[in-house]
DNA sequence: CTGCATCCAATATGATACTG
DNA sequence: CAGTATCATATTGGATGCAG
């Protein structure tokens, strides 16, 4: 880390500030909105199907789980086996690689919610300082 | 984490996985496109003006970077102090809260980045066996 | 059951103009 | 400089129907 204080893409020669590093779409599919539970999901229950994690990843649609879930096999951190059986069965479970992203993401997420109490007082502070109760879900 | 492998929210008695999980949002404001490479930059850049950040994170525009200061702000993990001067000058900060946070979300940043070539290679068996070349930018 | 295609609604984001 | 307001657009997300 130079003193420009913005060389943090390892190898690269462009950092994650800049839309042109390739880490940065990963980044989105990890942290993202859906990334993020499915991998917690995986992360705690092992091999799920389809349909498991569906249920366990509480409001994502089919279309949702689907399209995120290619992504994270896309990006080597879930691995997808179908099963030429009738009716078909699809088991879906971390890579290790996917198990060491989940690790660093799951400290984080556990790291925030134990927060949550400081983090739901400065939110109080906030909206009454700012006279505006309803702001943001 | 008992068996039903469900509840990771510590004190409260839903999951991150439900919608109602209050962490949720947090989480969101924190790993979010904008929101992750905003606290990266205050981690490595100290305390910052809003246009440094600006420039700092590449492509984030005026609206999208005072929305997410907003948030963080909120959420206690920024901090914006304002000088009367003229012109006016804000300096925003990571608050104790918020350097924890970007600690471990940069220990995930990091190991992502690490792990690109790997991430890379899988994309590519990924595309060439499906067929997909340009998919998913 | 697994999952893709399609259509429609909701949201997020971006460009621009304007204010203190 | 540091934002806010507004409008247009892009992307996301959800519901439904269909296929292997």
Same mark, same amino acid.
């Given at each position: 880390?130079?003193? =420009?204080?913005?060389?943090? $893409?390892?190898?690269?020669?462009?950092?994650?500030?800049?839309?042109? $590093?390739?880490?940065?779409?990963?980044?989105?599919? %990890?942290?993202? /909105?859906?990334?993020? +539970? =499915?991998?917690?999901?995986?992360?705690?229950?092992? =091999?799920?199907?389809? #349909?498991? +994690? /569906?249920?366990? %990843?509480?409001?994502?649609?089919?279309?949702?789980?689907?399209? =995120?879930? *290619?992504?994270?096999?896309?990006?080597?951190?879930?691995?997808?086996?179908?099963?030429?059986? #009738?009716?078909?069965?699809?088991?879906?479970?971390?890579?290790?690689?996917?198990?060491?992203?989940?690790?660093?993401?799951?400290?984080?997420?556990?790291?925030?919610?134990?927060?949550?109490?400081? %983090?739901?007082?400065?939110?109080?502070?906030?909206?009454?300082? *700012?006279?505006?109760?309803?702001? /943001?879900?």
């Amino acid at each position: 880390m130079d003193s =420009t204080g913005q060389q943090i $893409c390892g190898d690269f020669d462009f950092d994650v500030f800049s839309r042109l $590093c390739p880490s940065r779409g990963t980044l989105e599919d %990890v942290t993202g /909105r859906w990334g993020s +539970l =499915t991998i917690g999901a995986l992360r705690e229950g092992g =091999t799920l199907r389809f #349909n498991e +994690l /569906r249920r366990r %990843v509480d409001g994502v649609s089919e279309k949702m789980l689907s399209q =995120t879930l *290619h992504a994270l096999e896309r990006d080597g951190l879930v691995s997808r086996q179908a099963q030429p059986t #009738n009716p078909p069965r699809v088991d879906y479970e971390l890579t290790p690689l996917g198990q060491e992203i989940g690790e660093r993401l799951l400290a984080l997420i556990e790291l925030v919610e134990g927060r949550m109490p400081e %983090v739901l007082t400065a939110r109080s502070r906030y909206d009454e300082k *700012h006279g505006d109760p309803g702001a /943001r879900a």
